[in-house]
């Protein structure tokens, strides 16, 4: 399947510049557990 979006890769994003997700989503109800980790259901947070 083809993508619009340029292919980047990870040595060209600058994590560092990236919002904290801590303050852009709260954490709702634990969903369930999968291969890397628990998932959780999320709400935006209204800042």
Same mark, same amino acid.
């Given at each position: 399947?083809?993508?619009?979006?340029?292919?980047?890769? %990870?040595? !060209?994003?600058?994590?560092?510049? %990236?919002?904290?997700?801590?303050?852009?989503? !709260? %954490? @709702? !109800? %634990? @969903?369930?557990?999968?291969?890397?980790?628990? @998932?959780?259901?999320?709400?935006?947070?209204?800042?």
């Amino acid at each position: 399947m083809a993508s619009d979006s340029p292919a980047r890769s %990870l040595d !060209e994003i600058d994590l560092s510049a %990236l919002r904290d997700p801590a303050g852009i989503f !709260e %954490l @709702v !109800e %634990l @969903v369930g557990n999968g291969t890397y980790g628990q @998932v959780y259901k999320r709400e935006r947070m209204h800042v």
